[in-house]
């Protein structure tokens, strides 16, 4: 799917199946601002329909992932009045892109470098595997601004990513975590030096296009109900209805003939 050449605040660079979407303000350490805002959740959004993209990769430009909401572009150019999101503002314009990062049935890597605070801090809680750079810092930096830390899906990722009583302190503080904290309580699974940040998402990406389309889309929707399915039951009836599914492609049928010659498969995408 063609996507626009025109976004301001991002860009988009195509490899294979796989897009690497790189927030590009970094003269202000990729703070959102509105426009930014309008561009990621246009992205997003036709990432539902888009079956060549496979896999997302999301960095920030320059020495940091994303600093958060940028304070100088909400005073002057007046959010508040962005008539979007049911009627709750920019509030509910800018948490709707969380909920299409979610809902894109894409695998989403986010690799972390500097700071990834407040907003950014989400950006990288809603992607589905995170990978630090040695200098990521990120911290839930709403409460710092005299908010409450609950903000942009941060009080439902963050207590399911590293629990209730870390998940507590972070938020309750605004601490900063860093790098090699964040591989101890499970935030990210992998730290390398910055330098090898673009490499290890490239082996990451290439290990994830070994899958069949359906079955990676299908995992990550699986994964995502059950981390709120109210029982086994509930969870298991999700796993049969999408191994059902998936052993119909003719992509299971040469899954099984490439293992047993040894071989990578060769998917058609169904």
């Known amino acids: 799917m063609a996507y626009p050449d025109d976004y301001r605040t991002i860009t988009i660079e195509r490899r294979g199946a796989a897009d690497w979407l790189t927030l590009n303000r970094p003269d202000s350490l ?7 805002v309008g561009e990621l959740a246009d992205y997003f959004g036709r990432l539902v329909h888009d079956r060549t993209t496979r896999v997302v990769v999301m960095r920030g430009a320059g020495r940091a992932f ?3 909401l940028d304070i100088r572009d909400r005073s002057e150019s007046g959010h508040d009045s962005v008539p979007f999101a049911g009627g709750y503002g920019f509030q509910g314009y800018l948490a ?3 909920v299409r990062m979610r809902r894109c049935p894409q695998p989403i890597v986010s690799l972390i470098q500097g700071a990834a605070c407040g907003g950014g801090f989400s950006f990288v809680l809603a992607s589905d595997i995170r990978i630090a750079g040695e200098s990521a810092r990120m911290n839930a930096a709403y409460i710092k601004l005299g908010l409450t830390a ?5 009080s439902y990722f ?3 990513l590293v629990g209730t009583s870390v998940a507590s302190e972070l938020m309750l503080t605004g601490r900063f ?3 090699q904290r964040a591989l101890a309580t499970g935030l990210v699974s992998e730290v390398v030096p910055d330098a090898d940040l673009e490499a290890a998402g490239e082996r990451l990406v290439e290990e994830l296009l070994a899958a069949s389309p359906m079955g990676l889309r299908m995992t990550k929707e699986g994964i995502n109900l059950a981390i709120d399915a109210p029982s086994l039951e509930a969870a298991m009836a999700i796993e049969n209805r ?3 599914m998936t052993a119909a492609s003719p992509d299971f049928q040469e899954g099984m003939q490439a293992f047993l010659e040894k071989r ?3 998917y058609a995408g169904g």
């Open 30 to 36: 990729n703070a959102i601002t509105a426009t930014m």
């Open 66 to 68: 994303c600093a958060g």
């Open 96 to 98: 709707d892109v969380y």
């Open 150 to 154: 609950c903000d942009m899906g941060c």
């Open 158 to 160: 963050l207590p399911r």
């Open 177 to 179: 975590i860093h790098a």
């Open 242 to 244: 999408n191994q059902l």
């Open 264 to 266: 990578r498969p060769n």
